[in-house]
């Protein structure tokens, strides 16, 4: 919440600006910012009479409320939607007092107040960042912030202004620090020179400009939210021995940045425009398994990108590189020989079984995929929001009671900017969204299933298929089981109980327990719900070096 008070002839002008704490304005149905005045500090609240609106603010946007015994008199006013600003008149209130600005809150905001002094016989000072700040790469040395000043009412042609101390200062997770100070004249531009150093890791800051106040000034301030940027570089770690890509090719790959290595995000490799495989980074470090087919030994060309886990993070361009490869051995095929033929025997005994009656889905015609996807069917008007169902992944059946929201990033975490609930038929339905910052994503969540998150799909009718916490489990084991290899890893899926056997054998208690948990929640009696879900989660053992990303999903607040 800004606010700033001016005296103009029998009026008091009061401006503001209503914004979260990722800078982005909090406006629509139901947000109001209040007004209220009072002769001191301690005061009692004055009575008001009605107000206009200035600036941008209509007349209509400003809305009386007069109060009793136990309420002030107060004007509720409709922010800008764009901007989050507002602009309220009121005649006839003194020369001098107490306003008090502030929002009372809402589902997902918290509420604010802000209480700004108003004399005659002071003006007010305007401070405004130019140009105004969103992004600022670390890759570069230093940066420069300009900050404009401006006196209301400006200064007669006879009048002599001194100078003014404009500080400025930064705040982030490592708490608030200033920048230093510039002295300049009312209606010139200070300017400060901030070295990359000196605003931390990549992520959310807040740049604020402060006017202490004096005699003949009030005291005043603008902030803004930027987000800190670094552009992450790919390299080869070693050399890359020749292996048989069907059975995988181990690539190391080294992830840095000027502030040097890069402890998140994945590592992609491609073939064409085929992904072949992927490696989380942990520690500037990433093991990419590339899996697909060559016809004969020799050299492949593979391109390496990052993916970055946070909107932060920039990729550089990708890394192209040639790959040696061997000649696939002749026996590889014959595993899935042999499982053909004993398909083949288990069709040809039970070809006489009656037909089975399959269960009718709620999406005729088509067969449910078995895996979690958000999907566009029908692309909308450009404004028209969404629309869609929410199906389970296996059996097809609407999923009622789902949550589809819209998250934003925000400088404490992520904040809902949209959300509705599923009916019996799996239905929801979201508003358009007028602006949506950089790593926005659609989030569904339900009771018995496992969360789901992709980026902001195009307006229009969306498909979104849900697998079960207990479905989510069990593939968790069989892609352990598959990344560490044998004896873990047996012909078809692994099992618990198959994990569990080779535990006992190997003396590794910790896998065995998980295992056994992941079974009694797969096939249990009892209903898997969030939170068993993530006791069974949490006994999860090491993966081992190059562990593949795991694709959990933050909760929505609400």
């Known amino acids: 919440m800004e606010a700033r008070a001016l005296v103009e002839g029998d009026a008091v002008i009061v401006r503001g600006r209503l914004l979260d704490d990722a800078g982005l304005a ?44 136990t309420a002030p008199d107060e004007y509720r006013i409709d922010p800008q939607s764009s901007t989050g600003a507002f602009c309220v008149r009121v005649a006839h209130v ?14 997902y905001y918290a509420g604010q107040s802000v209480t700004v002094d108003f004399d005659s016989t002071q003006r007010s000072l305007a401070l405004r960042f130019s140009p105004e700040l969103t992004r600022l790469a670390l890759d570069r040395s230093s940066h420069i912030v300009g900050i404009e000043t401006d006196l209301e009412p400006a200064l007669a042609a006879d009048e002599l202004s001194g100078t003014v101390q404009v500080e400025l200062l930064f705040s982030d997770e490592r708490g608030t620090r200033s920048l230093g100070t510039s002295a300049v004249r009312p209606g010139e531009r200070a300017q400060f020179e901030v070295a990359a150093m000196q605003l931390g890791r990549p992520g959310h800051g807040r740049f604020t400009a402060r006017y202490a106040g004096s005699k003949t000034i009030h005291a005043a301030s603008r902030s803004v939210v ?31 940045s000027v502030q040097g290595a890069v402890d998140s995000g994945l590592v992609e490799a491609r073939l064409g425009n085929d992904s072949v495989g992927t490696g989380s980074v942990n520690a500037g470090a990433a093991r990419v398994l590339a899996l697909f087919e060559a016809a004969h030994a020799g050299e492949v060309p593979i391109t390496l990108q990052y993916v970055p886990a946070a909107p932060w993070w920039i990729p550089s361009e ?41 269960r009718q889905t709620t999406q005729p015609g088509s067969a449910p995929s078995g895996r979690a996807a958000l999907s566009v069917i029908e692309r909308g008007p450009l404004h028209s929001g969404w629309r869609g169902r929410v199906l389970d992944a296996h059996d097809g059946s609407p999923i ?17 900017v949209r959300s509705a609930l599923t009916d019996a038929e799996g239905r929801f339905t979201l508003d358009h969204l007028e602006q949506a910052a950089e790593g926005s994503r659609m989030q569904v969540s339900a009771r018995w299933h496992a969360d789901l998150a992709r980026p902001i799909p195009p307006a229009g009718e969306v498909l979104v298929s849900l697998v079960s916490r207990r479905r989510a489990l069990l593939e968790r084991l069989v892609e352990w089981a598959n990344f560490r290899g044998r004896p873990w890893k047996q012909m078809g899926d692994s099992t618990p109980g198959h994990v569990a056997r080779v535990a006992g054998s190997r003396r590794a208690p910790e896998v ?24 069974v989660r949490e006994q999860e053992p090491e993966w081992g070096a190059g562990k593949p990303a795991v694709h959990r999903v933050p909760k929505a607040p609400g």
Request: hydrophobic fraction near 45%.
């Open 26 to 69: 909090i406006s629509g149905s139901g947000v109001h910012a209040w007004v209220r005045f009072k002769a001191a500090r301690n005061g009692p609240y004055a009575s008001l009479p009605p107000a206009q609106g200035c600036d941008a603010t209509t007349s209509d946007q400003v809305h009386w409320a007069t109060g009793h015994t």
């Open 94 to 107: 003194g020369q001098n007092g107490v306003v008090e600005v502030g929002y009372e809150g809402g589902a």
């Open 226 to 256: 930027v987000q800190k940027t670094l552009r992450v570089t790919l390299s080869i770690a070693g050399p890359i021995p020749a292996a048989d890509p069907s059975s995988g090719l181990e690539i190391k790959v080294a992830a840095g």
């Open 318 to 358: 990708p890394l192209r590189i040639n790959v040696p490869v061997k000649a696939p051995s002749p026996w590889r095929r014959l595993p899935w020989l042999l499982a053909a033929v004993a398909i083949a025997a288990w069709v040809v005994r039970g070809w006489r079984r009656p037909g089975r009656v399959e």
């Open 400 to 416: 009622e009671g789902a949550k589809v929201a819209i998250l934003t990033p925000a400088f404490g975490g992520d904040g809902v």
């Open 512 to 535: 065995a327990r998980w295992a056994r948990a992941v079974e009694e929640a797969a096939y249990g009696p009892v209903a898997l719900d969030e939170g068993a879900e993530l006791a």
